[in-house]
Protein backbone atom coordinates (compact mmCIF):
# COMPACT_ATOMS: atom_id res chain seq x y z
CA UNK A 1 0.00 0.00 0.00
CA UNK A 2 0.86 3.36 -0.91
CA UNK A 3 -0.27 5.71 1.79
CA UNK A 4 0.58 9.82 1.80
CA UNK A 5 -1.30 12.68 3.74
CA UNK A 6 -2.72 14.86 1.60
CA UNK A 7 -3.09 18.16 3.42
CA UNK A 8 -5.65 20.89 1.79
CA UNK A 9 -5.68 23.87 2.83
CA UNK A 10 -8.02 26.78 2.10
CA UNK A 11 -9.45 30.61 3.41
CA UNK A 12 -13.06 31.24 3.90
CA UNK A 13 -13.76 34.10 2.80
CA UNK A 14 -16.61 36.24 3.92
CA UNK A 15 -17.10 39.61 3.41
CA UNK A 16 -20.17 41.81 4.70
CA UNK A 17 -20.61 44.99 2.40
CA UNK A 18 -23.68 47.51 1.18
CA UNK A 19 -24.42 48.02 -2.52
CA UNK A 20 -21.96 46.28 -3.84
CA UNK A 21 -21.99 47.27 -7.57
CA UNK A 22 -22.15 50.68 -6.27
CA UNK A 23 -19.62 52.84 -8.45
CA UNK A 24 -16.89 53.29 -5.69
CA UNK A 25 -17.28 49.70 -3.64
CA UNK A 26 -14.17 48.05 -4.60
CA UNK A 27 -15.00 44.95 -2.26
CA UNK A 28 -15.45 42.57 -4.71
CA UNK A 29 -13.10 43.46 -6.62
CA UNK A 30 -10.68 43.20 -3.92
CA UNK A 31 -11.05 40.06 -3.16
CA UNK A 32 -11.29 38.86 -6.65
CA UNK A 33 -7.53 40.25 -6.97
CA UNK A 34 -6.54 37.63 -4.21
CA UNK A 35 -6.54 35.03 -6.74
CA UNK A 36 -3.57 36.49 -8.04
CA UNK A 37 -2.33 35.49 -11.94
CA UNK A 38 -1.83 37.33 -15.13
CA UNK A 39 -4.50 39.29 -16.95
CA UNK A 40 -8.35 39.76 -16.66
CA UNK A 41 -10.40 37.53 -14.68
CA UNK A 42 -13.04 36.43 -16.68
CA UNK A 43 -16.26 36.37 -14.34
CA UNK A 44 -19.80 34.85 -15.56
CA UNK A 45 -22.28 35.84 -13.61
CA UNK A 46 -26.12 34.17 -12.45
CA UNK A 47 -28.83 35.96 -10.85
CA UNK A 48 -31.67 34.69 -9.16
CA UNK A 49 -34.81 36.28 -10.65
CA UNK A 50 -36.70 36.49 -8.14
CA UNK A 51 -33.71 38.95 -6.81
CA UNK A 52 -34.81 40.94 -9.75
CA UNK A 53 -38.36 42.64 -9.38
CA UNK A 54 -36.98 44.56 -6.47
CA UNK A 55 -33.14 45.59 -7.38
CA UNK A 56 -34.87 46.92 -10.80
CA UNK A 57 -31.44 48.35 -11.86
CA UNK A 58 -29.16 45.62 -10.92
CA UNK A 59 -28.03 43.65 -14.20
CA UNK A 60 -27.45 46.99 -15.16
CA UNK A 61 -25.78 48.10 -11.96
CA UNK A 62 -23.31 44.82 -12.53
CA UNK A 63 -22.29 45.38 -15.67
CA UNK A 64 -21.62 49.09 -15.46
CA UNK A 65 -18.98 48.11 -12.27
CA UNK A 66 -17.73 45.42 -14.49
CA UNK A 67 -16.92 47.52 -17.37
CA UNK A 68 -15.28 50.31 -15.38
CA UNK A 69 -12.71 47.38 -14.20
CA UNK A 70 -11.84 46.29 -17.38
CA UNK A 71 -8.60 44.82 -18.07
CA UNK A 72 -8.43 43.44 -14.78
CA UNK A 73 -12.20 42.16 -14.73
CA UNK A 74 -13.86 40.67 -17.74
CA UNK A 75 -17.63 40.08 -17.32
CA UNK A 76 -18.15 37.38 -20.31
CA UNK A 77 -21.47 38.00 -21.08
CA UNK A 78 -24.51 39.80 -19.53
CA UNK A 79 -25.47 38.39 -16.28
CA UNK A 80 -27.95 35.17 -16.66
CA UNK A 81 -30.80 35.32 -15.01
CA UNK A 82 -32.83 31.90 -13.94
CA UNK A 83 -35.84 31.20 -11.49
CA UNK A 84 -34.71 30.86 -7.85
CA UNK A 85 -36.55 29.66 -4.82
CA UNK A 86 -36.80 25.89 -3.87
CA UNK A 87 -38.54 24.88 -6.97
CA UNK A 88 -34.62 25.60 -9.11
CA UNK A 89 -33.44 22.88 -7.20
CA UNK A 90 -35.96 20.33 -8.37
CA UNK A 91 -35.59 21.59 -11.98
CA UNK A 92 -32.69 19.58 -13.15
CA UNK A 93 -32.84 20.99 -16.50
CA UNK A 94 -31.34 24.11 -14.89
CA UNK A 95 -27.68 22.25 -14.26
CA UNK A 96 -27.44 21.21 -17.82
CA UNK A 97 -28.57 25.04 -18.15
CA UNK A 98 -25.69 26.37 -16.16
CA UNK A 99 -22.94 23.75 -17.60
CA UNK A 100 -23.68 25.13 -21.18
CA UNK A 101 -23.45 28.66 -20.14
CA UNK A 102 -19.91 27.73 -18.84
CA UNK A 103 -18.63 25.65 -21.66
CA UNK A 104 -20.22 28.21 -24.20
CA UNK A 105 -18.28 31.38 -22.55
CA UNK A 106 -14.70 29.49 -22.02
CA UNK A 107 -15.04 29.43 -18.43
CA UNK A 108 -12.50 27.48 -17.17
CA UNK A 109 -10.66 26.97 -13.50
CA UNK A 110 -9.03 29.98 -14.09
CA UNK A 111 -12.15 31.93 -14.43
CA UNK A 112 -15.06 32.83 -11.76
CA UNK A 113 -18.80 32.22 -11.36
CA UNK A 114 -20.61 34.66 -9.79
CA UNK A 115 -23.84 33.23 -8.17
CA UNK A 116 -26.18 36.47 -6.90
CA UNK A 117 -29.55 34.91 -5.27
CA UNK A 118 -30.84 33.30 -2.36
CA UNK A 119 -29.83 29.84 -0.63
CA UNK A 120 -31.43 27.41 -3.14
CA UNK A 121 -30.26 29.78 -5.87
CA UNK A 122 -26.86 29.41 -4.79
CA UNK A 123 -26.79 25.51 -3.96
CA UNK A 124 -27.83 25.19 -7.69
CA UNK A 125 -25.60 27.63 -9.19
CA UNK A 126 -22.74 25.98 -6.68
CA UNK A 127 -24.00 22.50 -7.52
CA UNK A 128 -23.31 23.06 -11.53
CA UNK A 129 -19.81 24.85 -10.67
CA UNK A 130 -18.49 22.45 -8.35
CA UNK A 131 -19.05 19.47 -10.99
CA UNK A 132 -18.25 21.85 -14.30
CA UNK A 133 -14.03 21.38 -15.26
CA UNK A 134 -14.24 19.44 -11.96
CA UNK A 135 -14.70 22.22 -9.69
CA UNK A 136 -14.59 26.06 -10.77
CA UNK A 137 -13.83 29.27 -8.50
CA UNK A 138 -17.56 30.15 -6.85
CA UNK A 139 -18.05 33.62 -5.65
CA UNK A 140 -21.64 33.64 -3.95
CA UNK A 141 -23.32 36.54 -3.09
CA UNK A 142 -26.02 35.22 -0.86
CA UNK A 143 -29.51 37.29 -1.31
CA UNK A 144 -31.93 36.72 1.28
CA UNK A 145 -31.35 36.73 5.50
CA UNK A 146 -31.34 32.79 5.51
CA UNK A 147 -28.36 32.23 2.73
CA UNK A 148 -26.44 35.18 4.63
CA UNK A 149 -26.46 33.92 8.24
CA UNK A 150 -26.52 30.35 7.33
CA UNK A 151 -26.29 28.64 3.69
CA UNK A 152 -25.05 30.60 1.96
CA UNK A 153 -21.40 31.00 4.09
CA UNK A 154 -21.30 27.74 4.19
CA UNK A 155 -19.25 25.07 2.42
CA UNK A 156 -22.00 22.51 0.47
CA UNK A 157 -24.23 22.80 -2.63
CA UNK A 158 -26.88 20.44 -3.92
CA UNK A 159 -30.10 20.25 -5.45
CA UNK A 160 -33.16 17.50 -4.73
CA UNK A 161 -33.42 14.54 -5.65
CA UNK A 162 -35.31 11.24 -6.05
CA UNK A 163 -37.86 14.00 -4.36
CA UNK A 164 -34.95 14.39 -1.16
CA UNK A 165 -33.30 17.37 -0.52
CA UNK A 166 -29.91 17.90 -1.56
CA UNK A 167 -29.64 14.53 -2.71
CA UNK A 168 -26.43 15.80 -5.29
CA UNK A 169 -24.44 17.73 -4.59
CA UNK A 170 -20.84 18.19 -3.23
CA UNK A 171 -18.63 20.07 -0.62
CA UNK A 172 -16.75 22.97 -1.98
CA UNK A 173 -15.30 26.04 0.24
CA UNK A 174 -16.45 28.86 -2.26
CA UNK A 175 -13.31 31.32 -3.65
CA UNK A 176 -15.61 34.26 -1.45
CA UNK A 177 -18.65 35.12 -0.10
CA UNK A 178 -19.91 38.56 -0.28
CA UNK A 179 -22.96 39.52 2.01
CA UNK A 180 -24.56 42.71 0.60
CA UNK A 181 -26.85 43.78 3.34
CA UNK A 182 -28.68 46.07 1.26
CA UNK A 183 -30.13 43.20 -0.57
CA UNK A 184 -32.30 42.45 2.67
CA UNK A 185 -34.42 45.36 1.87
CA UNK A 186 -36.50 44.01 -1.24
CA UNK A 187 -37.17 40.56 0.72
CA UNK A 188 -40.85 39.52 1.53
CA UNK A 189 -41.32 39.68 5.15
CA UNK A 190 -41.35 35.43 5.41
CA UNK A 191 -37.85 35.56 3.72
CA UNK A 192 -36.51 38.49 5.71
CA UNK A 193 -37.48 36.67 8.94
CA UNK A 194 -36.26 33.14 7.90
CA UNK A 195 -32.52 34.33 8.71
CA UNK A 196 -33.51 34.48 12.66
CA UNK A 197 -34.07 30.79 13.41
CA UNK A 198 -31.21 29.70 12.30
CA UNK A 199 -29.43 32.78 14.48
CA UNK A 200 -31.28 31.02 17.12
CA UNK A 201 -29.88 27.30 16.20
CA UNK A 202 -26.41 28.58 15.73
CA UNK A 203 -26.98 30.14 19.57
CA UNK A 204 -28.47 27.10 21.01
CA UNK A 205 -25.64 24.88 19.93
CA UNK A 206 -22.65 26.93 20.27
CA UNK A 207 -23.03 30.33 22.26
CA UNK A 208 -25.16 31.19 24.75
CA UNK A 209 -24.19 34.86 24.95
CA UNK A 210 -25.54 35.45 21.79
CA UNK A 211 -28.58 33.68 22.82
CA UNK A 212 -29.20 35.93 25.27
CA UNK A 213 -28.42 38.57 22.87
CA UNK A 214 -31.29 37.59 20.47
CA UNK A 215 -33.64 37.07 23.65
CA UNK A 216 -33.09 40.70 24.36
CA UNK A 217 -33.73 41.87 20.87
CA UNK A 218 -37.21 39.59 20.66
CA UNK A 219 -39.33 42.20 20.25
CA UNK A 220 -37.40 44.27 17.22
CA UNK A 221 -36.18 41.07 15.41
CA UNK A 222 -40.10 40.23 15.68
CA UNK A 223 -41.11 43.75 13.66
CA UNK A 224 -37.86 43.04 11.52
CA UNK A 225 -36.14 46.09 12.69
CA UNK A 226 -33.04 46.81 10.40
CA UNK A 227 -30.48 47.25 12.58
CA UNK A 228 -31.34 44.04 14.93
CA UNK A 229 -31.71 41.93 12.07
CA UNK A 230 -28.47 42.91 10.19
CA UNK A 231 -26.72 42.68 13.43
CA UNK A 232 -27.95 38.78 14.34
CA UNK A 233 -27.06 37.92 10.82
CA UNK A 234 -23.58 39.25 11.07
CA UNK A 235 -22.99 37.45 14.37
CA UNK A 236 -25.08 34.06 12.91
CA UNK A 237 -22.60 34.05 9.91
CA UNK A 238 -19.91 34.22 11.87
CA UNK A 239 -20.59 31.70 14.23
CA UNK A 240 -21.38 29.58 11.55
CA UNK A 241 -18.25 30.09 9.62
CA UNK A 242 -16.21 29.55 13.18
CA UNK A 243 -17.93 26.24 13.69
CA UNK A 244 -16.63 25.25 10.14
CA UNK A 245 -13.49 26.31 10.52
CA UNK A 246 -12.84 24.67 14.01
CA UNK A 247 -15.12 21.83 14.01
CA UNK A 248 -12.70 19.39 12.48
CA UNK A 249 -14.93 18.00 10.35
CA UNK A 250 -15.82 20.87 7.86
CA UNK A 251 -17.11 18.28 4.81
CA UNK A 252 -18.84 16.07 7.81
CA UNK A 253 -16.85 13.44 7.26
CA UNK A 254 -18.41 12.07 10.75
CA UNK A 255 -21.79 11.23 11.43
CA UNK A 256 -22.44 14.09 13.39
CA UNK A 257 -24.18 17.61 11.78
CA UNK A 258 -25.11 19.89 14.43
CA UNK A 259 -26.11 22.74 12.32
CA UNK A 260 -28.44 20.12 11.38
CA UNK A 261 -29.96 20.45 14.80
CA UNK A 262 -33.91 20.61 14.04
CA UNK A 263 -33.37 19.81 10.39
CA UNK A 264 -34.07 16.06 10.50
CA UNK A 265 -38.23 17.18 11.03
CA UNK A 266 -37.74 20.38 8.89
CA UNK A 267 -36.54 18.80 5.47
CA UNK A 268 -39.17 16.04 5.55
CA UNK A 269 -42.03 18.82 6.52
CA UNK A 270 -40.70 20.91 3.53
CA UNK A 271 -40.74 18.20 1.71
CA UNK A 272 -44.02 16.51 2.96
CA UNK A 273 -45.83 20.20 2.49
CA UNK A 274 -44.89 20.29 -0.97
CA UNK A 275 -42.22 23.14 -0.32
CA UNK A 276 -45.49 25.40 0.92
CA UNK A 277 -43.61 25.25 4.44
CA UNK A 278 -40.15 27.51 4.03
CA UNK A 279 -36.80 26.19 5.67
CA UNK A 280 -36.66 28.64 7.48
CA UNK A 281 -40.38 28.22 9.01
CA UNK A 282 -39.72 24.21 9.16
CA UNK A 283 -36.44 24.69 11.17
CA UNK A 284 -38.77 26.44 13.82
CA UNK A 285 -40.88 23.65 13.86
CA UNK A 286 -38.36 20.80 13.74
CA UNK A 287 -36.49 22.86 16.38
CA UNK A 288 -39.69 22.84 18.79
CA UNK A 289 -40.17 19.12 17.95
CA UNK A 290 -36.47 18.28 19.29
CA UNK A 291 -36.80 20.60 22.45
CA UNK A 292 -39.70 18.49 23.30
CA UNK A 293 -38.40 15.81 22.47
CA UNK A 294 -35.46 16.24 24.79
CA UNK A 295 -37.84 17.69 27.77
CA UNK A 296 -39.73 14.57 27.59
CA UNK A 297 -37.12 12.27 27.27
CA UNK A 298 -35.32 13.86 30.60
CA UNK A 299 -32.15 15.60 28.79
CA UNK A 300 -33.47 19.35 28.72
CA UNK A 301 -34.77 20.96 31.65
CA UNK A 302 -38.84 21.96 31.48
CA UNK A 303 -37.41 26.17 32.25
CA UNK A 304 -35.16 25.40 29.42
CA UNK A 305 -37.43 23.98 26.69
CA UNK A 306 -39.99 26.50 27.36
CA UNK A 307 -37.89 29.41 27.14
CA UNK A 308 -36.53 28.49 23.89
CA UNK A 309 -40.10 27.69 22.63
CA UNK A 310 -41.10 30.97 23.66
CA UNK A 311 -37.88 32.89 21.91
CA UNK A 312 -39.32 30.83 18.60
CA UNK A 313 -42.33 32.42 18.95
CA UNK A 314 -41.73 35.74 20.51
CA UNK A 315 -39.74 36.34 16.96
CA UNK A 316 -42.95 35.28 15.20
CA UNK A 317 -42.59 31.46 13.83
CA UNK A 318 -44.96 28.80 14.46
CA UNK A 319 -44.14 25.92 16.42
CA UNK A 320 -46.71 23.85 14.22
CA UNK A 321 -47.92 22.95 11.00
CA UNK A 322 -50.46 20.53 10.29
CA UNK A 323 -48.89 18.82 7.86
CA UNK A 324 -46.83 17.02 10.89
CA UNK A 325 -49.61 15.00 10.95
CA UNK A 326 -49.80 13.63 7.73
CA UNK A 327 -49.89 9.66 7.53
CA UNK A 328 -49.88 7.14 5.31
CA UNK A 329 -51.26 3.55 5.14
CA UNK A 330 -51.85 4.27 8.90
CA UNK A 331 -47.94 5.90 9.39
CA UNK A 332 -46.63 8.99 10.18
CA UNK A 333 -44.96 10.25 7.09
CA UNK A 334 -42.31 12.52 9.32
CA UNK A 335 -41.38 9.67 11.07
CA UNK A 336 -39.68 8.85 7.56
CA UNK A 337 -37.37 11.96 8.25
CA UNK A 338 -35.21 9.79 10.75
CA UNK A 339 -34.67 7.07 8.16
CA UNK A 340 -33.73 10.04 5.41
CA UNK A 341 -31.51 11.85 7.51
CA UNK A 342 -29.65 8.66 8.61
CA UNK A 343 -28.96 7.54 4.73
CA UNK A 344 -27.97 10.98 3.77
CA UNK A 345 -25.34 11.39 6.39
CA UNK A 346 -24.51 7.20 5.98
CA UNK A 347 -23.27 5.14 9.07
CA UNK A 348 -25.70 5.09 11.90
CA UNK A 349 -28.18 7.96 12.61
CA UNK A 350 -26.72 10.92 14.84
CA UNK A 351 -29.09 13.37 16.18
CA UNK A 352 -27.72 16.85 17.34
CA UNK A 353 -29.86 17.97 20.42
CA UNK A 354 -29.67 20.59 22.75
CA UNK A 355 -29.64 19.53 26.73
CA UNK A 356 -29.01 23.34 28.11
CA UNK A 357 -28.46 26.65 26.08
CA UNK A 358 -25.49 26.83 24.33
CA UNK A 359 -24.48 23.03 24.68
CA UNK A 360 -25.01 20.40 22.33
CA UNK A 361 -24.49 16.97 22.45
CA UNK A 362 -25.49 13.51 20.03
CA UNK A 363 -27.49 10.97 20.18
CA UNK A 364 -28.23 7.58 18.16
CA UNK A 365 -31.36 6.94 19.27
CA UNK A 366 -34.53 8.66 18.94
CA UNK A 367 -37.57 7.08 20.44
CA UNK A 368 -40.19 7.31 18.18
CA UNK A 369 -43.41 6.91 20.19
CA UNK A 370 -41.99 9.98 22.06
CA UNK A 371 -41.61 12.22 19.14
CA UNK A 372 -44.93 11.18 18.30
CA UNK A 373 -45.84 12.69 21.75
CA UNK A 374 -43.74 15.60 21.41
CA UNK A 375 -45.97 16.12 18.00
CA UNK A 376 -49.12 16.19 19.68
CA UNK A 377 -48.38 18.78 22.49
CA UNK A 378 -47.12 20.95 19.49
CA UNK A 379 -50.98 20.40 18.01
CA UNK A 380 -52.16 21.15 21.32
CA UNK A 381 -50.02 24.29 22.03
CA UNK A 382 -50.92 25.00 18.97
CA UNK A 383 -54.50 25.39 19.31
CA UNK A 384 -54.82 26.74 22.98
CA UNK A 385 -52.65 29.59 21.36
CA UNK A 386 -55.27 29.92 18.69
CA UNK A 387 -58.04 30.08 21.11
CA UNK A 388 -56.00 32.09 23.22
CA UNK A 389 -56.20 34.76 20.28
CA UNK A 390 -59.22 34.75 18.97
N1 LIG B 1 -25.80 24.84 1.35
C1 LIG B 1 -26.11 24.86 2.62
O1 LIG B 1 -25.27 24.61 3.48
C2 LIG B 1 -27.49 25.24 3.05
C3 LIG B 1 -27.75 25.48 4.39
C4 LIG B 1 -29.02 25.90 4.75
C5 LIG B 1 -30.01 26.00 3.79
N2 LIG B 1 -29.74 25.72 2.49
C6 LIG B 1 -30.77 25.79 1.47
O2 LIG B 1 -31.14 27.14 1.23
C7 LIG B 1 -32.46 27.13 0.69
C8 LIG B 1 -33.30 28.22 1.34
O3 LIG B 1 -32.72 29.44 1.03
P1 LIG B 1 -33.39 30.84 1.31
O4 LIG B 1 -34.03 30.83 2.61
O5 LIG B 1 -32.33 31.82 1.02
O6 LIG B 1 -34.59 30.91 0.29
P2 LIG B 1 -34.73 30.76 -1.27
O7 LIG B 1 -33.41 30.67 -1.94
O8 LIG B 1 -35.68 29.65 -1.49
O9 LIG B 1 -35.38 32.15 -1.69
C9 LIG B 1 -36.70 32.47 -1.32
C10 LIG B 1 -37.33 33.38 -2.37
O10 LIG B 1 -36.80 34.69 -2.27
C11 LIG B 1 -36.37 35.16 -3.55
N3 LIG B 1 -35.32 36.12 -3.28
C12 LIG B 1 -34.01 35.87 -3.01
N4 LIG B 1 -33.38 37.01 -2.69
C13 LIG B 1 -34.29 38.00 -2.76
C14 LIG B 1 -34.24 39.40 -2.51
N5 LIG B 1 -33.12 40.01 -2.09
N6 LIG B 1 -35.37 40.13 -2.69
C15 LIG B 1 -36.53 39.52 -3.07
N7 LIG B 1 -36.64 38.21 -3.29
C16 LIG B 1 -35.53 37.45 -3.14
C17 LIG B 1 -36.01 33.91 -4.32
O11 LIG B 1 -36.11 34.10 -5.70
C18 LIG B 1 -37.07 32.94 -3.80
O12 LIG B 1 -38.25 33.09 -4.52
C19 LIG B 1 -33.01 25.74 0.90
O13 LIG B 1 -32.98 25.05 -0.30
C20 LIG B 1 -32.04 25.12 1.87
O14 LIG B 1 -31.95 23.72 1.73
C21 LIG B 1 -28.49 25.34 2.12
ZN1 LIG C 1 -31.12 25.28 7.75
Request: net charge negative; proline share 3%.
Amino acid sequence: MIERPIHLESAHRVIFTRDVFAPGNEVLGDVLSRAGGKGAHRVLAFVDGGVIGGNQTLLRDIVAWFSARDGELDLVSTPMVLPGGEACKNDWSLVPEIWSAINDNGIDRHSFVLAIGGGAFLDLVGFAAATAHRGIRLVRMPTTSLSQGDGGVGVKNGVNYFGKKNWVGSFAVPFAVVNDLSFLASLPERARRAGIIEAIKVALIRDREFYAELEAGAAGLRALEDEILEEVIRRSAEIHVDHIATSGDPFELGSARPLDFGHWVAHKLEQVSGFRVGHGEAVAIGMAVDLIYSRRVGLMSEEDCERVLKLIEAVGFATYDVDLDRAEAGSPVILLGLDEFREHLGGELTITLVPEIGRKIEVNEIDRAEVLAALAELRERHSSRVTTLY
